[in-house]
């Protein structure tokens, strides 16, 4: 049995465009542009894309983005690749998404600009909307590590695009070693022209920079902050201000966020009233998808149907959609309830 409420929506809230490029498609788009590979099969590829147990780090996580990365050589791989996302989401029986991304960093190896980026990822989000029934967003994301210089350009890229289906921007990468503070222009700036904000935030970092991300940043919601857990003061701002936290609890077993699903604070968030949704962050690296997360929630954190429920209807409260459609997309799913 699923665990998955077929006559509510399925949505995916926080998943990395790039953290979810298939194997298979590195290997082809790798042949056809001669780019040499550290393997020439799908399963010799799969230990330098895939997270193989456990990472000691989140940097060594982000370090399988690596193999990810030499994919993305032109637009029309980046724009193949946004596009089968849109498919895979429609296989996980997804409705509704947000595709997150950073332009600057997979435009990094072959020096593509990250409007460049940015544009033929909606190209293909938008080529795959067309093919199949799912409603798509886009987050462009700054990533902190790049410095504050390449952040202006990856906010500038997202604001350009706000009518070709970017809707948020998201600070991201070594959240340690690159504070939020150092980005508080950056998001004013967002904020004024109107994108809306999440934050990854107290994932590799303590409770106070979801405290800065809330109070300085303008957060709506936290990507992960998991360590709010460590200060009431954090979870009663989270609380009263009804920002939604995106969990991904496998995720955060990989980057050795938490020790173990036993130790996730996902069920307390649940419980203490906070708006806790579920989301895959990198399907591709972490080989899961947004069903096995629900497994995992059900079958490792405990959660009862009615707790499993309230994720996916949090889902629905906390998407970055008018009010009207979040009405329209419950509506839809009770009117056709999925497999
Ligand atoms: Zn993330």
Redesign the pocket.
Known sequence: MTPIAPDLPLIDL?R?LDGNVRLETILAIGREHGVRLPADTVDGLRPYGQIQGVAPSLMDFIAKFELLKLAFVDEDAIARIAEENIEDAHREGIHYIEL?LSPAFMGERYGLHPERVLRACCRGVAAGTAKYPVRAQLIGIMSRHLGEERCWQELDAAITCMGEGVIGIDL?GDEASFPGSRFVRHFRRAREAGLRITV?AGEAAGPESVRQAVEELGAERI??GVHAIEDPTVMALLKERGIAVEQ?PT?NVQTSTVPSYAAHPLPHFLRQGLLVTLAS??PGISAIDLPHEYRVARDELGLTTAELRALQLNSVRAAFLPEAEQQALLAAARAAPHA
Do not use: E, F, P, T
Request: proline share 0%.
């Open positions: 926080h990395h997150r991201a990854h990507g992960h991904c995720s962050d990198d």
